[in-house]
T-cell receptor, first 115, second 109 residues
């Protein structure tokens, strides 16, 4: 079974702090994603990565950055946390596939509260 | 713009059948996913449809009509453990997923 793990289930930070959210997958997937999930809204893509050291902006990249130094690890960084970044953050990974569509596998999520 | 619509909340009775609808408008279309998400947990994959028609997988079935931009998830013989949110997501021409806000399904005994 694919396993996607996230470093924390719950995190409380103060405005202006630098925040690191870590995600690790154990199935050698090429693609990794960071989403945020807020009530009444669909999952919104922050950043994704096709391969090591590759990153692409999603729909809402402002205020975030990412790092993918190793294939299994994808980190989300909030350079200076703000209260509007209080949210559930979900990491996902997916096999790239050749001419096929594959599902995304999600981590358990990190509920971040910024005070 | 790209958009996914699904009902916010539905209620059904244990043992019954429920149909959760999803309509989509995307730039191109490469298939539609359904995911289940229990409260406080990760979404888990249920189904993927790219061709018109019904695909059955145990108690769960998913239907797609590409011409109507419409899909539904059908859950039969409802169990209490089916209480969850059901997320619809369409794959656009760039193979990016466009997500709906999810339908919270409440099962009553």
């Amino acid at each position: 079974d694919v396993k996607v793990t996230q470093s924390s289930r719950y995190l409380v930070k103060r405005t202006g702090e630098k925040v690191f959210l870590e995600c690790v997958q154990d199935m050698d997937h090429e693609n990794m994603f960071w989403y945020r999930q807020d009530p009444g809204l669909g999952l919104r893509l922050i950043y994704f990565s096709y391969d090591v050291k590759m990153k692409e902006k999603g729909d809402i990249p402002e205020g975030y950055s990412v790092s993918r130094e190793k294939k299994e690890r994808f980190s989300l960084i909030l350079e200076s946390a703000s209260t509007n970044q209080t949210s559930m953050y979900l990491c996902a990974s997916k096999l790239q596939g050749a001419g096929e569509v594959n599902e995304q596998f999600f981590g358990p999520g990190t509920r971040l509260t910024v005070l | 713009g790209q958009n996914i619509d699904q009902p916010t909340e539905m209620t059904a009775t244990e043992g019954a059948i429920v149909q959760i609808n999803c309509t989509y408008q995307t730039s191109g279309f490469n298939g539609l996913f359904w995911y289940q998400q229990h409260a406080g947990e990760a979404p888990t994959f249920l189904s993927y449809n790219v061709l018109d028609g019904l695909e059955e997988k145990g108690r769960f079935s998913s239907f797609l009509s590409r011409s109507k931009g419409y899909s539904y998830l059908l859950l039969k013989e409802l169990q209490m453990k089916d209480s969850a949110s059901y997320l619809c997501a369409a794959l656009d021409s760039n193979y990016q997923l466009i997500w709906g806000a999810g339908t919270k399904l409440i099962i009553k005994p």
